[in-house]
């Protein structure tokens, strides 16, 4: 079965300063990588996906990540991060038929400090 | 983009009731859609899939009596908690695969508080 880890619960960061969210997944075949952000009692928002091809993916609101096959990781990077980027991160790997179920990690919350 | 919208957004009910929440896709057909629950500082755990036009496939331990759904079209889905209890207060998030692009995009979520 797969599964996801993200080791960070709680990280804070200045505004302006660069931003880096551990995700490593354990998944048998190739992997589809999802980043979804979440603010307080809202739904999920999609970052960015990873199915193939380039391996560092651009998405929305300036982030992008890496996938690396050999650390089994996609990590989630921003140069330089807003007050408005404060959230719930989470990482989720996609399989089953299709690719269609979703495991999601246990989430990194992301707090900015001025 | 694809949107997905939940009805409604917030919900209290008496124990012993029935809540119905809806899923919609507003923008894409969608065969295939997803129902999760997160509780307080948690991650979400997927419940079941609905799938239209057939039953839906439930998760290891979810009640397929408790949590009743019905996927009658490709841009609805819906989750009847029927009888309702304090317990099953949580947060209940929708998504929606959306099929060129292989992948889901979610609802709002409904905030379900059962007295």
């Known amino acids: 079965a797969q599964s996801v880890t993200q080791p960070d619960i709680h990280i804070t960061v200045s505004e302006g300063a660069s931003l880096e969210l551990r995700c490593n997944y354990s998944?048998?075949?190739?992997?589809?990588l999802f980043w979804y952000v979440q603010s307080p009692g809202q739904g999920l928002q999609l970052l960015l996906k990873y199915f193939s091809g380039d391996t560092l993916v651009q998405g929305i609101k300036g982030f992008e990540a890496e996938f690396k096959r050999s650390q089994s990781s996609f990590n989630l990077r921003k140069p330089s991060v807003h007050w408005s980027d404060a959230a719930e991160y989470f990482c989720?790997?996609?399989?089953?038929?299709?690719?269609?179920?979703?495991?999601f990690g246990t989430g990194t919350r992301l707090t900015i400090i001025p | 983009g694809a949107v997905v919208s939940q009805h409604p957004s917030r919900v209290i009910c008496k124990s012993g009731t029935s809540v119905k929440i809806e899923c919609r896709s507003l923008d894409f057909q969608a065969t295939t859609m997803f129902w999760y629950r997160q509780f307080p500082k948690q991650s979400l755990m997927l419940m079941a899939t609905s799938n239209e036009g057939s039953k839906a496939t439930y998760e290891q331990g979810v009640e397929k009596d408790k949590f009743l759904i019905n996927h009658a079209s490709l841009t609805l889905s819906t989750l009847t908690v029927t009888s309702a209890h304090p317990e099953d207060s949580s947060f209940y998030i929708c998504?929606?695969?959306?099929?060129?692009?292989?992948?889901?995009?979610f609802g709002p979520g409904t905030r379900l508080t059962v007295l």
């Open positions: 998504s929606a695969r959306e099929p060129n692009t292989d992948t889901q995009y």
């Open positions: 989720a790997v996609g399989a089953g038929f299709g690719n269609e179920k979703l495991t």
């Open positions: 998944y048998g075949a190739t992997p589809y």
